[in-house]
């Protein structure tokens, strides 16, 4: 691994941004998302990252279970009730207690922020079966294109 690619994992643990990183690494601002994502996929930066990571986690002893555990704590003590001006029994935060309820569920994968996206059928096969229902419906389409003139791009159709 070259100084620069080192000095890149450096300052990628600070923030894991790697477009950030690579230009404090001394790389061209311009393209600087490109050269974090080339210097990611490479294997040597990848390996010393995950060193790094792990090396960092045994010494501070942060595991997930204990985020975890901080984590319902937080959330036991935001539900936690309390009592208002008017005298009535409130909970402590709803914000905090909904907040630490959805980084609960996204760690047990229940939400899903990227939806994978598979296609059983190729695009230019989807097209050829639209067309097809389409002729299929014949002159039962909705909208009727007999009176429409064509119009130069960016202007309005009359």
């Not at 002159?139 to 791009?153: E, F, M, N, R, T």
């Amino acid at each position: 691994m070259t100084p620069r690619q080192s000095r890149f994992v450096d300052e990628y643990l600070c923030d894991l941004v790697a477009s950030k990183a690579a230009i404090r690494a001394g790389y061209s601002s311009r393209r600087a998302s490109e050269i974090g994502y080339q210097l990611l996929q490479k294997t040597t930066v990848q390996e010393a990252i995950s060193k790094r990571m792990n090396a960092r986690a045994q010494r501070t002893g942060i595991t997930q279970d204990k985020v975890l555990a901080d984590l319902e704590a937080v959330k036991q003590d935001a539900m936690s009730k309390t009592i208002g001006k008017d005298g009535n029994a409130l909970m402590a935060s709803h914000a905090a207690a909904l907040r630490a309820l959805e980084l609960q569920g996204r760690h047990l994968g229940m939400w899903k922020d990227r939806l994978p996206v598979t296609a059983e059928i190729s695009i230019a096969d989807a097209i050829r079966q639209s067309a097809a229902r389409r002729a299929a419906m014949g002159s039962s389409l909705p909208v009727s294109l007999v009176g429409a003139k064509a119009a130069p791009i960016g202007e309005p159709a009359t």
